[in-house]
């Protein structure tokens, strides 16, 4: 049977044609897109780039619990150097599967949630592990002389399980700094916990349990974690949010980040995991260098220093850079007990998230924290520091204070180191009544910062304006009585072999500035009978207009012995500021010394002795500037609020002696 033809026209002919080119793009399409999905999977900087630290503020953190992040609305200060703000965000939790392991690239962290009893899987590929170093990046105008867990560990040879306590070596394995080899490398792992799980109950007080970390160096076990054998991996307990552990890696890193199951807590939490063959990506300073130092506290401020930033003297160009450099350090701050931090101490996103006092970027908050490049003297050097005033504290509170570096101070990102810096807390405790008040950046003493006697009807720049006039008027005498010395001559026909004009001039102003600018404490009972305290100006009434319980007898009394707590060692602080009763901190009875050593003969400058008369009112001892009980002396920076200060009666007697001399 002849099969029938059929015969198209032109416009059947024209669809054909149309259809068959279409089908045959569409094969075409199938194929290509086909290949491209097998091959995404292999190409791990795009993975690794969508948890780049810039993608951070992308979107929301989980639906579910964004209420929960915003767990208060505290105050913070502005800096521009931070990227983390509340919308921190951790990727969505996924079941970790060996399908769900995600590439870490070199320096480039991922934040992720890690839901409770599940594992987050990741893998540092042998690739990344030779890959290239990466080139140092530094902004400072010189290296900060730090100490960190890093250092020690490349030179002090420090196991990292006894820098960690928290580690636990189940293999057995010996963590310590390995050289790289030809088959070998180190390889600096670390975690930050960002945010944690919330307590179901009001009234739990501990933190949640602290994420594990899991580290396989076997292709038998690419998904390390809590149900592999311990022989097969290596066990880590983060310690209040951090963990940083090196390795000596010949092949892939395979590693497991897990939270443990429990029923006392609700939510995720968001983690921060980075791999670098450079460096720690974080770092938490171990041990009790805190790189901070405590000047003194009143009722709702602080004043701190960091430990010189270079080894740089007046007169050379690096003091100058530094002077000019943008603040290095950051601070955080929260009350102790606070249960958002608790846990988290560690770790520099943690604090950042949860920290009552913290930086942020885009935020209407109030500013609280100054921060400046000084030269106030630190220990008696006057290398340039890091300076932080700390305001709107609560009276009567305790604050943990930890010093931190975002990235390397200007930038974060993808370099070792990016992921920030923590120091161990320090404990400022604040003052209890409002009547003293730090101040500091005087112009003519220079050195002088710490609390004194003040109101709150006057502002910090009207207190720093009538301390520092005062004595530099004061001074003013003195440089008359020194012009008659002839000081512009030979070393033989010099007043002393061993002391000059200058030396002479030092001592005055250090003596002058203390006596005159009396450091102030609060008044207390306990404190009353410290050898280093004067009470003062107990018949007058606090700001608030209460008085003391024996105003009525001090007020009364005509004992020579009570008249010094009678009142401030000047009038017009009395009269003028009126800061009511105060505890003073007493100058130190070696300030006396040094100018009866340095100043010519003829000025008669003497001290009184410890044991005579009037001493006790008027200086503090010395050999007792130990911890926080001590004399006052300039630059002396007391740890927290302090229970000691200074005292002037014999600024009368050495002014009386200079204009004696004078006539």
């Known amino acids: 049977m002849?099969?029938?033809?059929?015969?198209?026209?032109?416009?059947?002919?024209?669809?054909?044609?149309?259809?068959?080119?279409?089908?045959?793009?569409?094969?075409?399409?199938?194929?290509?897109?086909?290949?491209?999905?097998?091959?995404?999977?292999?190409?791990?900087?795009?993975?690794?780039?969508?948890?780049?630290?810039?993608?951070?503020?992308?979107?929301?953190?989980?639906?579910?619990?964004?209420?929960?992040?915003?767990?208060?609305?505290?105050?913070?200060?502005?800096?521009?150097?931070?990227?983390?703000?509340?919308?921190?965000?951790?990727?969505?939790?996924?079941?970790?599967?060996?399908?769900?392991?995600?590439?870490?690239?070199?320096?480039?962290?991922?934040?992720?949630?890690?839901?409770?009893?599940?594992?987050?899987?990741?893998?540092?590929?042998?690739?990344?592990?030779?890959?290239?170093?990466?080139?140092?990046?530094?902004?400072?105008?010189?290296?900060?002389?730090?100490?960190?867990?890093?250092?020690?560990?490349?030179?002090?040879?420090?196991?990292?399980?006894?820098?960690?306590?928290?580690?636990?070596?189940?293999?057995?394995?010996?963590?310590?700094?390995?050289?790289?080899?030809?088959?070998?490398?180190?390889?600096?792992?670390?975690?930050?916990?960002?945010?944690?799980?919330?307590?179901?109950?009001?009234?739990?007080?501990?933190?949640?349990?602290?994420?594990?970390?899991?580290?396989?160096?076997?292709?038998?076990?690419?998904?390390?974690?809590?149900?592999?054998?311990?022989?097969?991996?290596?066990?880590y307990s983060l310690v209040s949010g951090a963990i940083m552990v090196q390795i000596n890696a010949t092949d892939d890193v395979f590693l497991g980040v897990y939270g443990e199951q429990t029923t006392d807590y609700k939510d995720v939490w968001s983690s921060q995991i980075a791999v670098s063959i450079d460096g720690f990506y974080h770092t938490f300073h171990n041990g009790s260098y805190a790189n901070l130092t405590i000047v003194d506290t009143d009722s709702s401020a602080s004043l701190l220093l960091t430990s010189p930033l270079a080894e740089a003297n007046q007169s050379s160009s690096l003091y100058e850079a530094w002077m000019k450099a943008p603040s290095p350090y950051v601070l955080f701050a929260s009350k102790v007990g606070d249960q958002l931090i608790n846990g988290l101490q560690n770790s520099y996103c943690g604090l950042a998230m949860n920290a009552a006092i913290r930086p942020v970027i885009n935020s209407t908050v109030s500013v609280n924290v100054d921060r400046s490049i000084t030269n106030l003297t630190w220990d008696g050097l006057n290398y340039p520091k890091q300076q932080f005033y700390v305001t709107d504290l609560s009276p009567s509170s305790t604050y943990n204070v930890f010093l931190g570096m975002y990235g390397n101070s200007t930038d974060s990102g993808d370099f070792a180191g990016g992921g920030g810096q923590i120091w161990p807390a320090q404990n400022i405790t604040t003052l209890t009544n409002n009547n003293c008040a730090i101040i500091s950046g005087l112009s003519f003493c220079s050195n002088t910062a710490y609390a004194v006697p003040s109101n709150p009807k006057y502002n910090v720049s009207e207190l720093a304006a009538f301390y520092d006039n005062y004595t530099q008027t004061q001074f003013g005498y003195f440089e008359k009585a020194l012009a008659q010395i002839s000081c512009e001559t030979t070393s033989s026909a010099r007043y002393s072999l061993a002391r000059n004009c200058s030396d002479c001039t030092d001592a005055y102003k250090d003596w002058v500035c203390a006596v005159t600018i009396p450091r102030c404490t609060d008044w207390a009972p306990a404190l009353s009978s410290a050898p280093w305290l004067q009470e003062r100006n107990l018949v007058q009434e606090f700001p608030n207009s209460t008085i003391l319980w024996d105003?009525?007898?001090?007020?009364?009394?005509?004992?020579?012995?009570?008249?010094?707590p009678k009142q401030s060692r000047r009038v017009d602080i009395d009269t003028d500021i009126a800061p009511g009763p105060y505890n003073e901190v007493l100058p130190c009875d070696d300030l006396c010394l040094h100018i009866v050593q340095s100043c010519p003969a003829a000025f008669g400058f003497s001290c009184p002795r410890p044991g005579d008369t009037g001493f006790n009112q008027s200086y503090g001892v010395t050999s007792e500037k130990t911890n926080m009980e001590g004399c006052n002396y300039p630059g002396n920076q007391g740890e927290g609020s302090w229970g000691h200060r200074s005292e002037v009666s014999s600024l009368v007697l050495v002014t009386l002696a200079v204009m004696h001399w004078m006539l």
């Open 2 to 235: 002849p099969v029938p033809k059929f015969k198209l026209s032109l416009l059947q002919s024209r669809f054909m044609a149309s259809i068959t080119a279409s089908m045959t793009l569409l094969m075409l399409y199938f194929v290509f897109s086909n290949a491209h999905f097998a091959y995404a999977a292999d190409v791990p900087s795009i993975q690794a780039e969508d948890h780049s630290h810039d993608r951070l503020l992308a979107t929301p953190f989980l639906d579910a619990d964004e209420e929960g992040l915003d767990l208060r609305d505290i105050g913070g200060y502005r800096d521009t150097l931070l990227g983390y703000g509340n919308e921190f965000i951790g990727r969505a939790p996924q079941a970790a599967t060996s399908a769900d392991t995600e590439v870490l690239i070199n320096n480039r962290p991922i934040t992720d949630n890690v839901v409770q009893g599940e594992t987050n899987q990741y893998s540092f590929l042998k690739a990344s592990v030779f890959g290239t170093l990466s080139p140092a990046t530094y902004t400072f105008p010189s290296a900060l002389g730090l100490r960190d867990i890093h250092a020690n560990l490349v030179e002090d040879d420090v196991d990292i399980e006894e820098a960690w306590p928290g580690g636990t070596k189940a293999a057995d394995v010996e963590l310590k700094r390995r050289q790289t080899t030809g088959d070998s490398r180190t390889v600096y792992i670390s975690v930050n916990t960002c945010v944690q799980p919330a307590p179901v109950q009001n009234t739990t007080t501990d933190p949640p349990p602290q994420l594990k970390l899991y580290i396989s160096q076997s292709h038998n076990n690419t998904t390390p974690g809590p149900t592999k054998s311990s022989n097969a991996q290596e066990i």
């Open 551 to 564: 105003y009525d007898l001090y007020k009364a009394t005509n004992d020579s012995s009570l008249l010094a």
